[in-house]
């Protein structure tokens, strides 16, 4: 339940990083394509930034880390049942 609350943050954050630029055809499996990974990087990095400039919440983006590469591969099995 906590993974789906962490995935649904970090959707929120990647869509306003696509939404800044520029990007209007937002979905959720646009944070798994190549050519959106820097809006990913720049969410990830809003998400888990800390109070101040220096401080960084480690734990999250490491456990940001393993959700992201546990949902690429759902999605890539489901494209692949699609197929």
Known sequence: ????????????????????AGN??????GMYKRSNFDQL???IRQYT???GDSSVK???K???Y?????TAKIV????LVKL
């Open 41 to 43: 990087e720049a969410a």
């Open 1 to 20: 339940m906590s993974d789906m609350r962490r995935l649904a943050t970090l959707y929120m954050h990647f869509t306003e990083q696509m939404t800044s």
């Open 66 to 70: 393993y959700l992201v590469k546990q």
């Open 58 to 60: 480690a734990g999250l």
């Open 24 to 29: 209007s055809d937002i979905e959720f499996v």
């Open 76 to 79: 890539k099995r489901v494209y």
């Open 49 to 51: 930034a800390g109070d």
């Open 62 to 64: 490491l456990s940001l």
